[in-house]
């Protein structure tokens, strides 16, 4: 919390036959960032190692039967949790053994379901062309006997009928229509044997469908539809049963195979990262970052898995050539608790914090609450936000963290409307325990700035800490550093002292006008100054002032005015945060004079009660988005554009199957 987890940096040599059991633990304890060695000095030698690519595409071929068999089945069990990390060498064999076992079992029923599933479709389709021919009574049977007869039946557009029976006059024939099917008709076409090939000609110039009946139909065509309905029942009553054998087979080996799918997948990657390591005469390297407080976990397991013929050392990171120069990034692991985490996705929208900068998202998670909660407070709409939260984080797995966000902001609400007295806007429910935010807006408008000087003075106390991590003192005369931090803050008193009293002593004007004095030229000369040691030092024999001083002297002014009107405008950009919050005190009323005029209007309270809740609910989501909205821009831009540098590198878990960045 406030600082991302100390790593420090491994190097694990092994023989080529141990590596196996090093993937294994390292896949056991996931927190290890791979480096790829074309990073470091080894891999600029080429003494980079392959994967292999025959035990990879033997977990490929795996996964794929896999999937085959959970698509069939769709068991519905739930996910088994890999309490143990498998070898990579040796777990295809016994997925392969397994696999082989289920599909003598699984296969036949799969292959003969989906067999009768594309039978069944076939069959229905011909029973529908065959009821749209019923009312011709045909007679099959007697169709084939006529051997000097051809017919075909199929669907015609409608205003093809005279076309077809131009084109046809020529020659002996018959269309009878059965019936009319939506724009088009059912019709039956007959012609002599030898003019084949022009009722074919025909037809297909006046755009018709053929019905494409199977050849073997006997009988009457009521008799061929009342045997084929036959065969569809014994087909669908095969299907039925096969179905619960699936759904049975499902529930017996469901487990098994989701269980075999994710060690198949953790083999897979755990053979991928193979690519980032190095390799020195049948001796694998592997390199990375892992937390201090893991390093002798770390040790005493692969020394145990490898019967003592690993090296394992590690290395602090200021002691790195390459961190020092920059060349190689510290990544970022964050540290916070369980109900602050979910805030992290939030930084990271922002940036990676660099490994020596303050981690802000516990500051970013408590001013977002309260932010959230000045400005959308109310018990009940916040019950609403807590409830819509609860379900996310209880059905939508991948949006669990927004979820937590989501019941959070609720909670703060609730709260803050405890504070106003507000229930879905009623305020003659519960009396406010602090204030009513439309009976007082002097003093709504005071909280909200003296809330965004906080929240700028913490800024600049993060900033100020990153400044002496990084050792750059020089840079704590500037605006954005103490000095700046000592002038925003010497002009915040004063002007909380004026709006709280309404008057300010002489004595406190002579002493913030000689100190703001003071610290305007220390800002001011810092950067000249420093520069121009800088050029005596390089210089010992020229003493002579530098001819750039005086455009650093210009520079160095519109760098600190910039700087002091964005102190007033970040203060002041705080305002929102009333007028939000005055808004959405507004909105309710806007909805209760729309519902009071409805009631006037029809004398029923129905439509009062649905004027209120549409009102509520149109609210929660249009306000509830933009003051969400408008809470992370003040976070990002007053708070976080203090002090946050970004440009680090999140840390990769060798589980998680993503490349680092």
């Given at each position: 919390m406030f600082k991302t987890v100390r790593l420090t940096r491994v190097t694990i040599q092994c023989p080529e036959d141990r590596i196996?059991?090093?993937?294994?633990?390292?896949?056991?304890?996931?927190?290890?960032?791979?480096?790829?060695?074309?990073?470091?000095?080894?891999?600029?030698?080429?003494?980079?190692?392959?994967?292999?690519?025959?035990?990879?595409?033997?977990?490929?071929?795996?996964?794929a039967r896999i999937a085959r068999l959970l698509d069939g089945l769709q068991p519905a069990v739930p996910m088994p949790q890999i309490t143990r990390i498998p070898r990579p060498d040796r777990e295809h064999f016994r997925i392969s053994e397994q696999l082989d076992r289920l599909e003598k079992t699984i296969l036949p029923v799969l292959e003969e379901l989906e067999q009768g599933r594309q039978r069944l479709a076939e069959e229905r389709e011909v029973l529908e062309r065959l009821r749209l021919l019923e009312p011709a009574d045909l007679d099959f049977d007697r169709l084939a006997t006529l051997g000097y007869v051809t017919w075909t039946a199929g669907l015609l557009p409608q205003e093809n009928l005279e076309r077809l029976e131009e084109s046809l006059s020529d020659v002996y024939h018959v269309l009878v229509v059965v019936r009319k099917k939506d724009d088009r008709y059912v019709l039956v076409a007959m012609a002599l044997d030898d003019d084949r090939e022009v009722l074919a000609r025909a037809l297909k110039s006046s755009f018709l469908e053929p019905l494409d009946l199977p050849s073997g139909l006997q009988g009457p065509i009521s008799t061929a539809i009342g045997r084929l309905a036959g065969v569809l029942r014994d087909l669908e009553?095969?299907?039925?049963?096969?179905?619960?054998?699936r759904k049975a087979q499902g529930e017996q080996y469901g487990a098994s195979l989701l269980e075999a799918r994710e060690k198949a997948i953790l083999c897979s990657q755990l053979l991928r990262a193979q690519e980032k390591f190095g390799a020195i005469d049948h001796n694998f390297i592997i390199t990375g970052w892992i937390p201090v407080d893991l390093f002798a976990t770390l040790e005493e397991k692969i020394d145990k898995a490898t019967a003592g013929r690993a090296l394992v050392d590690q290395v602090d990171p200021e002691h790195i050539r390459e961190v020092r120069s920059g060349t190689l990034k510290i990544p970022i692991l964050f540290n916070n608790p369980l109900l602050v985490r979910p805030f992290e996705k939030f930084t990271t929208l922002y940036g990676t914090p660099m490994?020596?900068?303050?981690?802000?998202?516990?500051?970013?998670?408590?001013?977002?609450?309260?932010?959230?909660?000045?400005?959308?407070?109310?018990?009940?709409?916040?019950?609403v936000l807590f409830a819509a939260g609860y379900l996310v984080f209880r059905r939508l797995f991948s949006f669990m963290d927004y979820g937590i966000i989501l019941m959070e902001c609720g909670v703060s609400s609730m709260i803050f409307g405890f504070l106003y007295g507000s229930v879905f806007g009623f305020e003659d429910l519960i009396p406010p325990l602090w204030m009513r935010p439309m009976q007082h807006i002097d003093t709504f408008m005071r909280i909200s700035i003296l809330l965004g000087i906080t929240i700028i003075s913490l800024g600049f106390a993060c900033n100020v800490v990153n400044l002496l991590r990084r050792k750059k003192y020089g840079d704590l005369l500037s605006a954005s550093g103490l000095a700046g931090a000592l002038f925003y803050w010497l002009l915040a008193g004063l002007g909380m002292r004026y709006m709280l009293s309404g008057a300010i002593g002489r004595g406190e004007v002579l002493f913030a006008q000689v100190a703001t004095g003071l610290l305007f030229a220390v800002m001011l000369f810092q950067k000249p100054?420093?520069?121009?040691?800088?050029?005596?030092?390089?210089?010992?024999?020229?003493?002579?002032?530098?001819?750039?001083?005086?455009?650093?002297?210009?520079?160095?002014?519109?760098?600190?005015g910039d700087e002091i009107l964005r102190f007033m405008a970040n203060t002041v950009s705080f305002v929102r945060v009333a007028a939000f919050g005055l808004t959405h005190a507004a909105l309710f009323m806007a909805v209760f004079s729309l519902a009071d005029m409805v009631r006037s209007a029809h004398g029923r309270g129905f439509s009062y009660w649905l004027i209120v809740a549409a009102g509520n609910l149109v609210i929660i989501l249009l306000e509830g988005m933009v003051v969400s909205i408008q809470t992370l821009r003040l976070e990002y831009y007053e708070f976080f554009s203090r002090f946050f540098r970004g440009g680090g590198r999140p840390f990769r878990p060798i589980l998680t199957g993503s490349d680092e960045e």
């Open positions: 196996a059991p090093v993937m294994t633990v390292l896949g056991e304890l996931r927190l290890l960032h791979l480096i790829r060695i074309e990073e470091t000095h080894l891999g600029r030698m080429g003494f980079v190692a392959g994967v292999d690519r025959e035990l990879l595409g033997r977990y490929q071929d795996l996964l009553a095969r299907l039925a049963l096969l179905d619960r054998q490994y020596d900068e303050v981690e802000p998202t516990m500051f970013l998670a408590l001013s977002f609450l309260v932010l959230f909660g000045m400005m959308f407070g109310d018990v009940g709409q916040g019950a100054v420093r520069s121009l040691l800088l050029q005596l030092r390089r210089k010992n024999r020229a003493r002579q002032l530098p001819k750039a001083l005086g455009l650093s002297l210009f520079e160095s002014l519109i760098e600190v």
